[in-house]
């Protein structure tokens, strides 16, 4: 019934729209002769129609009638209401004859007394017409054809606790299905045939009782209804947007809790001396993040609790996790101090005022909440968990012993597809809100940048990009350790930072990819091996600033962004040229000279392109948040080192980093 709907509903509405675009009207009172001048229009809507009021042989009829046959088998739905029901049915349905008849005759029909229309008439192109006439035709071969309709239906009835599902059919025979049909349709003959005489049997209702002037009244209250509810809760605060989503959560999963939970939370404390240091100590970090005043003290605290995580995480024999969660959470404090730059040192210093008290006693709640749930869901379970069968799925399908990587690679493929979708366009609203300026704005700025081979700087002195280009053919000494070390100010120099990064840099470059090949068997994995290179850039970043990323990576972000999509995508793709699934692992087995057997399993090409996803990401915050931000603190003068005289000694290593 709702397939037959959706088939003559659909059709007759975007019918309407033709009607209206090659006439400019959908006034029936003004339409007349409209059926010669758009015949193909004519007859799209006479199907339609007639499926809608249930003629044989179209969808409608055959729907109706199976809808019918329900109601009236002994033992299908024994009900006192049932005589009602279908007596609501029938009255229904014989409006619907009415109606239906009424639209088309009005709109395609030569009416006494209503001259032709009078403007011409613009016949629809085939791509208006088209979409209605499938849906026309499809209505009449899903009737012709029952089966047809029940086998595209059925897998989704069939899911419904309905009971037995039954079958549908053209011609039942003679029956008291059909004789309710031949009544509802004689019926709706009659209301179209004497529509003016019905109408004046009508009840003389109040004038406040007019249906448009209720239904317009409504609307409108329930639009004043809706801006007073988002003027009060749109107020334009993050503090009152979290409170509301936390207040709600805890409301709901509070009340559902109590109200359904039939088992008691089993509260069992560590035996482990170690577990319980680390829980003391990310409990008491918590607590010290939340008095801090100064917000780099705040960042540093948040970021014990997560080591703390961590280290739980490795307590408890999960070491990819323990890694991933260190990688993690050391980005995290990396992206909170690149903005903190940009914040002032301290929190505000508010009394304490009752909304505070609110805010610490909703945070406790919630707190509360969270705990308890993630005490008393795992006894809740009443079904054996799928984890079970995910490390024998592992070897035998994903070809591989760590089952955390296998299950991002094979197993859960595709939420690891849509994760790295999500990273892609969180990057690129970042870099779009970020940076604001536009390319066709040229400046001095872009000019002197273009003169010393870099992008980015300030030139408020035109004289310092004549200085640059004169001495841009001055090498700078082969002793230093980073490229672009000399830019930085002498102030924000560290010759160990330097030393470090110069060692680190390169072993940790390796190591990334070191755990990308590993991670199927071990501790590892894409994700995992795009964190340490991008911290590996980090540390470049923070030793020798922007200009010292820009020669360690001189790619584009987007580049990697999209190379790393494109190769993921790719992947599952060329699984289905394998003879397999979507996003499905193939093993290979190859010997090879001095290494003997080596397997290979596909889902490695899905894991690099994680790892260059991640990685890209990384380096699309170090350019937003890091490089971008340094150079609007030149162009707004904010920093002294970032002055044109700071520059000009610095030009010719950024003329050697071009």
């Known amino acids: 019934l709702l397939g037959a709907h959706a088939l003559f509903k659909g059709c007759l509405f975007l019918t309407v729209g033709v009607i209206d675009a090659a006439t400019g009207t959908r006034d029936l009172r003004r339409l007349s002769g409209l059926g010669r001048k758009l015949p193909l229009t004519a007859v799209v809507a006479a199907l339609a129609t007639a499926s809608m009021i249930g003629i044989m042989p179209f969808s409608g009829y055959v729907a109706k009638e199976s809808a019918l046959d329900a109601f009236l088998t002994p033992g299908q739905y024994e009900s006192p209401l049932k005589w009602a029901v279908i007596a609501a049915f029938a009255v229904g349905s014989a409006i619907t004859v009415a109606y239906g008849l009424r639209l088309w005759w009005g709109a395609f029909a030569t009416k006494p007394g209503v001259p032709s229309y009078p403007v011409v008439v613009t016949p629809p192109p085939l791509f208006l017409i088209g979409p209605p006439a499938l849906m026309a035709v499809a209505g009449l071969a899903t009737g012709l054809l029952p089966d047809l309709g029940e086998a595209v239906l059925s897998p989704f009835s069939n899911r419904l606790p309905f009971g037995e599902q039954g079958h549908l059919a053209l011609w039942s025979g003679f029956s008291p299905a059909l004789a309710i049909t031949i009544g509802i349709l004689a019926l709706g003959l009659a209301l179209a045939a004497f529509g003016d005489r019905v109408q004046r049997w009508r009840i003389p209702w109040p004038a406040s009782w007019d249906g448009d002037r209720i239904y317009r009244n409504t609307l409108r209250r329930i639009d004043n209804f809706a801006a007073d509810l988002t003027a009060l809760f749109q107020r334009g605060s993050l503090p009152f947007y979290l409170g509301v989503i936390l207040a709600t959560t805890a409301a709901l999963g509070g009340f559902t809790m109590l109200a359904y939970s039939e088992t008691t939370p089993r509260i069992v404390v560590s035996d482990r001396p170690t577990i319980i240091a680390v ?4 409990v008491a970090a918590a607590v010290l993040a939340a008095r801090a005043r100064r917000r780099l003290k705040a960042v540093i605290l948040t970021g014990i609790t997560g080591y703390g995580t961590a280290m739980t995480f490795l307590l408890y024999g999960a070491p990819d996790l323990a890694l991933t969660q260190v990688l993690v959470e050391t980005v995290t404090l990396v992206v909170f101090v690149l903005v903190l730059r940009r914040l002032p040192a301290y929190f505000s210093d508010r009394p304490l005022v ?11 709640l919630f707190g509360l909440l969270v705990a308890v749930l993630t005490v008393g869901v795992p006894p809740a379970r009443i079904h054996e968990s799928v984890s079970g069968l995910f490390p024998g799925e592992a070897v035998a399908f994903g070809g591989g012993n760590n089952v955390v990587n296998v299950i991002l690679v094979d197993i859960r493929a595709w939420d690891t597809m849509g994760e790295i979708s999500v990273l892609l366009v969180a990057a690129t609203g ?17 000019d002197f940048d273009e003169a010393v081979g ?12 004549l200085r640059a280009r004169d001495a841009r053919r001055q090498a700078p000494s082969r002793s230093q350790w980073l490229v672009a ?11 160990i930072l330097e030393v470090a990064s110069r060692i680190l840099y390169h072993t940790m470059v390796v190591f990334g990819v070191f755990l990308l090949f590993a991670g199927h068997n071990a501790p590892g994995g894409g994700f995992v091996a795009g964190l340490v290179t991008g911290i590996a850039l980090v540390v470049r970043y923070l030793a020798g600033g922007r200009y010292e990323l820009s020669a360690a990576a001189p ?18 793709l060329a699984s289905i040229a394998l003879g397999g699934e979507v996003l499905q692992s193939a093993i290979f087995t190859v010997d090879l000279p001095l290494l003997g057997q080596v397997k290979l399993v596909t889902s490695l090409l899905f894991d690099f392109g994680v790892y260059l996803v991640v990685v890209g990401l990384m380096l699309d915050i170090l350019r937003s948040l890091g490089a971008q931000i340094d150079r609007h603190g030149e162009a707004s003068g904010d920093d002294s080192e970032f002055s044109a005289q700071a520059l000009e000694p610095r030009a010719p290593v950024l003329r050697r980093l071009s």
């Open 430 to 446: 970042v870099a779009s809100l970020i940076f604001l300026s536009r390319r066709a704005e040229r400046t001095r700025l872009e």
């Open 279 to 282: 829980a003391i100590l990310i």
């Open 354 to 364: 009752a909304s505070r008290w609110l805010r610490i006693g909703l945070g406790a």
């Open 485 to 495: 070390s000399r830019t930085l100010a002498p102030q924000r120099r560290s010759v």
């Open 555 to 572: 790619l584009q972000p987007g580049f990697l962004l999209g190379s790393g999509l494109v190769i993921a995508t790719g992947f599952g």
């Open 454 to 465: 870099t992008i980015g700087g300030t030139d408020p002195d035109p004289m310092a990009t």
